[in-house]
């Protein structure tokens, strides 16, 4: 007993099975994640460490240099990138996708706490987290409100930001703006210098003075005392009485050499939302959580427990949200779905002319869909671009098993005027090899997946899991329900109808039309196998002339803007510039809120700002967001003293969105910067490129004490005793905590602002000696003025120069050709460049879709090999891959004269697709066509009576999976610039094969068959 007759047989079995596909379907579908892409965050860990004052040169020695060589051990790592700034070393450690993150983290964790002791003393301990290094919020909230800054940075420290970190997911919170309350002791150099003290007496003075330590017991017979000694200080008022030493027996107060404030750390930090105040809150998830429910977590504590609990006069904002753009590409996915279905639905009631009979192939749609949701669900996956594509080209895939077999049986009723069962056991049992090895061919193609890794290969094993749970539930619904519902409810139509009539007609005229064409092709093989060769010849046109980049950018309606005023600019001169921006932003009419943040995370420098802009929906503006990208690049571009980049969000967390990013890697850095400069130069006069910025900056200035050991040995003071008193008056040493109800506020030691604005304050500094005598610096030391680095970045322990650039009208692939061919002009021995962010991406993308390709024909082949027994007749059916590939890019090709449609990884993973889906048509001509022959008819004859036979369900599969991709194709909503290179590449695919296969197959079939005929004859004859 066949599945066919089975199912027919045991009619409730049949229908049970499916409603528990569908009810476990159901359920997995309400538990999805949504999220913009399948994961692909690679696994990453950041180490940071902070010294205050610390020149990069000493950060890069010192710490970043220790740490790297430590955690280049931890097995599993891709690349390691750091970054030695003013006061902070941040080394970031990528792993290889398939590393587990915890793993990950643990084992860099353990290789830092063993190296924490060859850290410098200075120096705060290094804190590990799973972020990516440079990782971007997800979500900012900003904080505004009739309080002072102070009051508003206390409250997000000490209330909100505690609230928002215990969040399952949020790996760091940020505070844009943020400047922590410090209780400041202002040294009076002149002061100091007429008690014949130095800043470290007053330093010594708090070491002694204001101390809490634990006082032991007294331990009575039957009870004990806790000994409680507290000799902190318990108002800011109270130090200025802290005696610091004693001259001519009278005590010399605090009050006598420095000014209390409780005040601010140094601002170094600015925030503003919409151009007003404000304390800025970004959440960075978790590297690999999910966008979409970090989001959702935080509004749902922000809504419940924070904003009811605000005191009067404050506000709480959204000024940033990821998780928007995102929920409206799915949306925009989901409206598509639904369309795609009522379109294929159509297609399929157009050619059958009959409602019930489009009905019964609808129920395969639910089916496979819900079936697919489930293993979905129990694999952990989201519902994103990738899947939803997957699903969105179910909707046209998974009828057409169901189509071949209702239509079959339709025939046996029609013509053969067979009883309905009958008609539905044995049409079933006659297309039985051909659905199974059409489906069979469709999933082969997903097997070379399991050796492709890095981004296409998640892209690729998402979309693998959705097409082929899909395919298969169709396969079950197609040998089951569908023979089933036949049997029970098929009807043939009123044939009287106008409708019916109508639409026949034009059957019978195609049909007629094409036993000619048939005949004509059968008589003129050769000219119809050399026709299709130029034709396919001619893609290597198309793959030249069509743009190709990794990812489309998309209209999110956000971007960001960095902007980086000249090195030594201080916190108001950025604040002016980045003012400036927010003045023209804010007469654009397309943009509805910005986000300004200077000096942001804990290696934030005071000369860079970065401004989050989100724009009108994109219903509600005229331009779209690369428009308003471009126009604002001109406008900002012209604002003078400050380089400003303009950047879409990147896809990848913790990358800059940039699509040709790349980096100069060498043993000198500054022969490394001078590389750079003439890579930048050389680069911005290509046509197409917007704009380019070096990362490397050499030009910090700086200001160097050398000191000379002879005379400061003389005078009794050693070179940590110019260190320490310069840290003290210039940089400034946090000497202790002050505590303050249940919060401890760091007690700075510095000298006034005012008195260490010149080289001449800084002349006039004094160190004590051994002998407690107070000696001028200058009197053991000479300056020099010069420059330096502002931030050291190496990569893979090497030095580096990185470069990004934004593209306008350059593709990247044209990009990345250009910078190989500039550095093979100008780099020397021993450097190197290497791409990485999209670019290198792209460069590795190449080469896997090459190996998908050359892997997929090979399993198809055998696959079909397998099934018609044959090592000749697979040929055959491969014959329609070629011909796929052809309408594919030309498809592109066309519609990159009105939209930006490109060969990028969706149009790619369409054309791996192809492959399987083209191949369904070549299946059922040959298989039919075999039939025939077994009932002893010839080559032509079978061939003249197969193929009109099967053109009608070869057109309606190849229009059904058209009509589902059509909206994609024609769509306007968000994520389209995604969705339609995939949608116009499967589209363009089918209609070439479609028209090509009813032809080129049969001919081919018709040369290859007859001359093994002859062959078979001739061989006979001898014998």
Known sequence: MTLPEFSIKRHVFTLMVSLVLILFGIIGFTRLGLDRFPKIDFPAVTVT????????????????DVIEEACNQVPGVKSIISNSSLGASVVGIEFELEKNLD???????????????????????????????????VVWVALQGDRTLQQLNTYADEVIKPRLETINGVGEVLIGGQIKRTIRIWLDNERLHAFSLSPLDVRNAFTREHISIPGGFLQGQNRE??????????????MDRLVVAYRQGAPVYLRDVARVEDGMEDARKLARYNGKPAVGLGIVKNSGANTVAVVDAVKNRVEKEIRPSLPPGLTISYSSDDSISIRQSIDALLEHLLLGALFAALMVFLFLKSGRSTIIIATAIPVSLFATFAVMYFADYTLNKITLLGLLLLIGVVVDDAIVVLENIFRHREEDHEAVEKAAIQGSNQVIFAVLASTLTLVSIFLPVAFISGILGRFLSSFALVVTIGVLASLWVSLTLTPMLCARF???PDYNSRLHRALEGAYGHLENAYRGLLRLTIANRWKVIGIASLVVASSAFFFAHVGKTFVPEEDESRFMISAKT??????????????EIEKILSQRPEVYSYFTAIGLGDTGQVNSGLLFVRLQERDQRRLSQSEVMRGLRRDLNAIPGVQVFIAPISFISGQRSEPLQFVIQGPDLLKIDQLSDEMVARLGRIEGMAKLDKDLKLDLPEVRLIIDRERAAQLGISAQDVALTL??????????????RSERYDIRLQTEPSKRATLEDLKRLYVKNRMGDLVRLDSLTRVEEGLGPAVITRRNRQYAGFIYGSLETLPLGAATEAVKKIGAEILPAGYSIAFTGQAEEFARTGGYVMFAFGLALVMIYMVLASQFNSLLQPLMVMVAQPLAIIGGVAAL??????????????????????MGLVAKNSILLVDLTNQYREQGRSVNDALSEACPHRMRPVLITSLTVIAAMT????????????????????????????????????AVYSLVENWRARRATTRGAAK
């Open 225 to 238: 005392l806790l000994i409680k000694f507290d000799a902190e200080f318990e108002t800011v008022r109270a």
């Open 103 to 137: 793993v990950a983290y643990q084992e860099v964790k353990a290789k830092v706490d063993a190296i924490v002791k060859r850290l410098p003393d200075d120096a705060d301990p290094p804190v590990v987290r799973k972020v990516e290094i440079g990782a971007t919020a």
């Open 727 to 740: 840290n003290t008056m210039s940089g400034g040493v946090d000497i202790a905590e002050f505590k303050d």
């Open 967 to 1002: 909206p994609a194709v024609i769509g306007l909503g968000p994520g389209v610039e995604s969705n339609r290179p995939l949608a116009l590449v499967v589209v363009g695919g089918m209609i070439s094969s479609t028209l090509l296969t009813l032809v080129v197959v049969p």
């Open 893 to 914: 090709w066309l519609a990159s004269f009105w939209t930006e449609a490109t060969l990028n990884i969706f149009s790619m993973i369409g054309m791996i697709l192809l």
């Open 49 to 64: 460490t902070t010294m205050q004052g610390a020149d990069p040169d000493i950060v890069d020695k010192n710490i970043t």
């Open 566 to 579: 000249p090195l030594g600019s201080n916190l108001d001169y950025t604040s002016a510039k980045v003012a």
């Open 490 to 492: 098929l009807t043939l």
